[in-house]
């Protein structure tokens, strides 16, 4: 049988052996803890702490009046260090608290199960949300609570879980299905109260049969009809909003609309583990899980991690580096940053951490596109990136509008398929800005 | 030889006919163009630079013949072209400062930490969108990709070292290498400003340290020790307003980093220096 999937895309090597199997480790931090104030998509978040304060684990260190934006709460109890600079994961030095660890994991008592929960009206569901700083673990980090408060008129028609985990050498979301789906599928049902006429999709690439077979089985044990599991066929970027609309509800998506506007909302498997965390069992969003993997690991683990910790203690946990990495990168290999030390934090977004070594990371010269179309069959929105990169470099920003560059998904599928190495996706993601630059000028003219 | 008469009249006629048609269709569709519009073009510089905010030479003068260009809006053409504008329209023409560009960084190659190597489109625009903003590890200096070198159509733009230097005889103070910096590092400054802080971090002294040996530090001594208090700190870098700052150069000598530019040639420092032990 065919599965399903979306037009275009391409299958990179899936390199997910490493940590597949590999069971899901707690790790504790030793050094101090570094949370970033913008932690989020959206206005960033402003200290409500002070230095030498004591902080309780669950406590809110940062926070901001806008909707569109998510608390930054602290994963250990101990005092605040200090509020200053410090590298991040987006490669400049932002505002952080910085967090003494004490050990004590004395937790903040405001965070309890929520009262009968299970009867509970749904709008509790959605504080708690945001008060837990849940945002997308899926690595765009949109506040969750943003989206799952749909415009009035919206008929919310599907409930998509992503379990697609589309990223080569990532594994986190696979080994969350396979040792807690009972979370994930619980978590399901409570945001499926929120809208009543929705039906729960929990979307699978086949290449994770076991997963499949876990959640179907825990489907059909707890006997749920709303709730359907979905295996797709392998393609990369099937993670992506779009790609994974058109895959699962087998409508084609129109480029620039937004998920509600078909009448889905989109999380991640994590994301909805962790509404139920904050629900059922009283946990914020301090935590997630990631893979530390990679040619250059030692050791490649599944790390469940407290929010914080230094990217260094975790790759000492694998037993450090096995051989120099050329190239250390936050995420996958196709959508994640690389990074330019590895003291930094872990945040919402560090869906794994990604050592390469010189044999596995290298770079080839550009050179004139040759047109033979790979990037137009490649590219899942549709574009014509090899007309695109030209229009950006003449900086004919217009012509770029017109063709559709601004809905360019930067999924870097037509750099990776691109014979000539030409730096597609890079050209697009600087037309896009500049525009968005632009537009921002004109606005305040 | 009749084989060829027969052609030719019809041709002929032919071409009677429309050209008495297009005769016809130019006075029917006439469209009335303001002679002023034509007059203005044939004064502009031609460069096409779109400094002034229109489509080339072309648009600035239609704006113009039509009321809504700023008769000083050509900074290629200076002041004298904007009288033979003012002179053209009939109206007064308000002057505009002469302008040029100013880099706010001094952090070369040798005085800045490099973050990355840097692979990408030689721009600045496309390296400003990989993480870290770009190779340099200050997220405010120059990146010298030289983006504002292919914008600016006057050639006035070279990168050095890793910055960029604007040669001041060749720059008309246009604005497009200001415009297309991603870094926001340019500025137009009054040309007769002459001392300036080359720094563009408003970062606190150690954070700009640890990256930058020429940034400025946000130490205040330069703002404590201007006699006219035309030196403002916004956050931790240091500010002049050149409306007010009366390019003494006291600051550039109590700079601990060496972050202000003096751009004086030696009579202007001569003639201030008189102007200080008089006043003293
Ligand atoms: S990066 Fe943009 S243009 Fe390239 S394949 Fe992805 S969506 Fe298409
Ligand atoms: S894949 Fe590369 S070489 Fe082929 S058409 Fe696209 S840009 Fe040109
Ligand atoms: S001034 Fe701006 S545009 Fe020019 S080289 Fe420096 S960063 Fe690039
Ligand atoms: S003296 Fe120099 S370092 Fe100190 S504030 Fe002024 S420009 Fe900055």
Redesign the interface.
Known sequence: MKLPSFWGGIHPPQKKDATVNKKIEKYLPKGDLVFPMAQSLGAPCQPVVKKGDRVLVGQKLGDSEAFVSAPVLSSVSGTVKDIA?RLT?????ENCVIVENDGLYEKDPSWAPLDNYPEADPKEYLKRIREAGIVGFGGATFPTVVKLSPPPDKVIKWLIVNGVECEPYINCDNRLMLEEPEKILEGLRLMLRLFPEAEGVIGIENNKPEAIKTMESEVSKQGDNKISVVPLAVKYPQGAEKMLIEAVTKQEYVMTALPADVGCIILNVRTVHQIREAIAAGEPAISRIITVTGEAVAEPKNIHVLLGTSMRELIDFCGGFREQPVKVISGGPMMG????SIDIPVVKSTSGILALTASNSH?APESACIRCGRCFEGCPMGLMPSVLNPL??MRDYKAFEETGGMNCIECGACSYSCPANR?LT??F??GK??IM?MRRKAAVK | MTGMIYPAIIMGGLGLIFGALLAFASKKFHVETDPRQANIRAILPGANCGGCGYPGCDGFAEALANGTGKITGCAAGGSALADSIAAILGVQAEKDEPKIAFLKCKGSNDKTVK??VY???Y?C??A??????GPT?C?FGCMGLGTCVSVCAFHAMTIKNGLAVVDAEKCVGCGACVENC?RDVLVLVPRKSKVNVSCNSP??GP?VKRVCSVGCIGCTLCAKSCPVQAIEMKGALAVIDPAKCINCGICVTKCPTKSITDRRTNEEKAVSAVKETISV
């Open positions: 600079l994961s987006a490669g400049i030095y940053v690389s990074l330019r770079l950006v470099l730096h890079q050209s993601r600087d800005s500049t630059a | 973050n990355c692979y990408g489109e721009d625009r496309a400003a969108v990989v993480p870290g903003k590890s997220a991603p970062l606190k954070d």
